[in-house]
Every structure is written in C-alpha cells, then in structure tokens.
C-alpha cells in the first residue's frame, strides 16, 4: 500500500524530500506496527523507549531456526494518503530491522477492515479504501475555449 509519511514539525522545518513517500505491508496477523530505523531517523521523528522490552521470535526462510530478539524503542507514527484525502492517528510504531509494517494495533486504532475477498482494505469512519483509491486526478473536458 503506498502511502506517505509527514514530519511531526514539517511546518516548522520544511525541506524538499517531505513528505517521504513509501510503501507499507498492511498485515492483520501481525501484533505489531514496526518500521525500519533508518527510515524513522530520515523522518527526524524522536525516538521513545518502551517500559518494557519487546521480545519477539523470528524465523528464517529456508531454515529451522528461529532468533529471539528484544526491542526497546518506538516512535509515534502516522500516514497519510497519497492524494491527501485520509490521514491515520498516531501509532507507536517499534523499531525492529525491518521495513514498515501495520499490524493489528495500527488497524484496529484507525478502525481499518480487510475484506479478502472483496481485495478492499477500507477505513470504517470516512469509507476509504486503501486497495482502491478514487484518482489522483480528475479528468478534464475535452471542450475547447474556442468551440
């Protein structure tokens, strides 16, 4: 899903590469919202410490191993639309090695459903689907000044 991300203080410190836009995995099987921490330092967002470590197992593709790792940070993350129509509320995202992911505490925040079936991932509260979006642009008449 893309989408893009806005500074906390954007007005305050406008540069030419915000707002960042970037790609998320929406997964509703995942019990956390992470994003990667060079992505969060390139968004200048400050850096919290969880009360309490975050432990979580990770499995490897192709092998029968899995790490357990401790994660002690987050930051406090929101999105925005691409064409600017839908903004999410701010959500602890932990910092993992990973690129971004909103799980399950993300969806159920900004009351997000996911029908399979259907291929919609819609915003209970204004009806806007993620997976189909209206149209960056609207189309312009082919009439001429001049007719």
């Not at 906390?8 to 960042?20: E, I, S």
């Not at 969806?107 to 459903?113: A, F």
């Not at 509260?125 to 189309?139: E, Q, W």
Request: hydrophobic share 40%.
């Amino acid at each position: 899903m893309p989408l893009q991300l806005r500074r906390q203080r954007q007005l305050q410190k406008p540069t030419q590469d915000f707002p960042v836009k970037t790609r998320a995995l929406i997964d509703n099987g995942a019990h956390l919202v992470l994003i990667c921490p060079n992505l969060a330092s390139r968004l200048g967002l400050k850096i919290h410490h969880l009360c309490e470590p975050e432990i979580v197992d990770v499995a490897l593709k192709n092998s029968d191993m899995k790490f357990r790792y401790e994660l002690f940070e987050y930051i406090k993350l929101s999105f925005t639309s691409l064409d600017l129509i839908w903004t999410s509320h701010k959500t602890k995202a932990i910092l993992p090695c990973t690129p971004v992911i909103l799980g399950l505490p993300f969806l159920q925040h900004n009351s997000i459903v996911m029908d399979h079936a259907d291929h919609t991932c819609i915003d209970k509260k204004t009806n806007y689907d993620f997976l189909n979006p209206p149209p960056l642009f609207a189309s312009t008449s082919t009439q001429t000044p001049f007719a």
